[in-house]
Structures are given as C-alpha cells and as structure tokens.
C-alpha cells in the first residue's frame, strides 16, 4: 500500500533505539525524509546511515529535548536542514525511581517534563507552520500504562495519561486546518530496553530466571494478554506510519492501542 508519504518532512525525538528507531526507518521506507534525534551523536549518525544505505532520506538533529535550549538547537537545525516538518512523532519518554514505595515528587516533575512538557514544547513550535500549509500529523506515543497503570510504574502512567488528554484538547484546538493528533500507545514491546525493564519488573514482581523465562513467567502472569506475546516495534511502527499519512485523514484525537488486548477495558 503506498501510504502517500513521499516528500513529507518527519522529525522522530528519540529515534536511536527501539520503537523510535522502528517509526524512523518504516517511514523512512515510505518516502519520508527522517529527521534522526537523539542524545548521542554516534547512534543518531549510525541510524541515519542505515536508513541512507538502505534506500531513504535522513538527516541528524542531536540533542535532548527535555531541555529547552537544546530543543530549540535541534529545531533552528531542523529548519535550517529541511525547511520545516510535516509530521511530528514524539516517542522520547521513560521513568526512573518509579513506584509508589520509592518515588519523590521530583522524580515526577522529571517524569513529566520528560514525557509530557518535551512533547508540549516540539507541538508549540511546529504546528504553526503546519497551520500556514494547511496539512500536518502529530503521533504521540503513549502507553499502555495511561489506562492499565501498574503500581510500579505510578508516575509513568499518570505522565502518559497526561499525554493522551492533552493530544484530545489538541485535536479539537486544530480542528479545521488539515492537522490531525493521535496518540499510539503500545503494549508490552519486545525492545532493547524493555529486557533490562524485564529483569526490574521481574524483581518487583518477585520472579527469577533468565529471560525467557521471565518473558514466559510475565507473560503467563501480571503481562497476559489475549494475544499471548509481546509486540514487535515494527509492528507499532507500522500504526504509526498509517496514522502519519494522508490516509489516516479521518484519526483523529484517538488513542490507539496496540497491546495485544493487554488493557482489559472497552474504552
């Protein structure tokens, strides 16, 4: 299916690894010309090369979003580089000292400034000139944790929740001028860091074992989900490459979960 996406400018924050470095190279694959970010310049120059060998455009923005002075380096070069952006993937995210039992407020506010206010500050920035051109995609990516938290992971869940109502008010903010806001929350994903995520989610939970036995332990217990494996992170990739394209015209303001049926609720 050619998803239309030839030409378009695509910025993907934290594309270096895992579900990132999935949405940077499937829509790379599509004609995208990617904008690579990441912390490190090394792995940000290596994910463009191998997206450049293999056929498609990248160009590299290194930086930490987080931080605001660094975001706008990383968007005075994106400007510079391209011209502008037409898609928005915010995958950068993550938790640390989670859990109710270890957490300090400051923890949370880390928390959210990592996960919601770097999002906020890359939305406020480009989706005037998306709003001038009259076309624009903005994919968050959630969790499944902003509608199924686990207590370990307390700050994180309430940090992506906070994502998925914030993209609704946004839709509605740009309803009428050809941008859409979506977010896509994977389930349990089969990345380079979810292993080391494993073995601390394996402790908390009190399991021992190499990994495949706790991927079996977890999956059999506080992970089951009614498709019975974890995701792949070109699979998520996948969504969101359809969600970015004119296609997905009419996705709008939604959260999509891609869990394996992982969150037992309807909505």
Known sequence: ??????????????????????????????????????????RSEATAAAIVEAGGKAVVAVGDISHEDQAAAILRQVESETGGVDILVNVVGGSVNDGWSVAQPSDWAAMFNLNVVSAMRL??????????????????????????????????????????????????DLAGTGITANVVSPGPTLTEGWRDFAFSFARFQGLEGDFETIRAALLAGPLANPSNRLGEPHEVAALVALVASPLGASINGANLRIDGGFTPTVN
Request: aromatic share 2%; charged share 15%; glycine share 12%.
């Open 123 to 172: 939305i406020a920035a480009l989706t005037p000139s998306m709003r001038e051109q009259g076309w624009g995609r903005i994919v968050q990516i959630g969790s499944a944790a902003s509608s199924n938290p686990p207590p370990s992971m307390a700050g994180y869940g309430a940090a992506k929740a906070a994502l998925v109502n914030l993209t609704v008010s946004l839709a509605k």
């Open 1 to 42: 299916m050619d998803l239309q996406l030839e030409g378009k400018r695509a910025l993907i924050t934290g594309s270096t690894s895992g579900i990132g470095k999935a949405v940077a190279a499937t829509l790379a694959a599509e004609g995208a010309l990617v904008i690579v970010n990441g912390r490190d310049t090394t």
